[in-house]
């Protein structure tokens, strides 16, 4: 009933910047939560930002004035603004959209295929 498309992954060097996109589609009338996580190989999956339906933001500890996560409702799409990118910042990112509520029906965790975002010299 959902499904999600990320684009926006690559390779880019240290302290450079990068902006990652979702969008949703199908039929559903609404998304509670959308989120960026990510996972390296052997660790794992983090979050590492969320938005609320009502733009309340939560950043990983990790990212918190580098990172800024927001969502476009007409569009229906969260897009991640990565700064000042780090190597350690290496990993697939992944979208999820939590609590997609359509018409008679409620879908939780919902996950795109993820996108290679590498940080290197």
């Known amino acids: 009933q959902v499904q999600l498309v990320e684009s926006g992954g690559g390779l880019v060097q240290p302290g450079g910047s990068l902006r990652l996109s979702c969008a949703a589609s199908?039929?559903?009338?609404?998304?509670?939560?959308m989120a960026w996580y990510r996972q390296t190989p052997g660790k794992q999956r983090e979050l590492v930002a969320a938005v609320t339906i009502g733009d309340d933001t939560d950043y990983a500890d990790s990212v918190k004035g580098r990172f800024t996560i927001s969502r476009d409702n007409a569009k229906k799409s969260v897009d991640l603004q990565m700064t000042n990118l780090k190597p350690e910042d290496t990993a697939v990112y992944y979208c999820n959209a939590d609590r997609v509520f359509g018409g008679h029906w409620l879908k939780t965790d919902v996950w795109g295929q993820g996108t290679q975002v590498t940080v290197s010299t």
């Open positions: 199908g039929n559903f009338v609404s998304i509670n939560t």
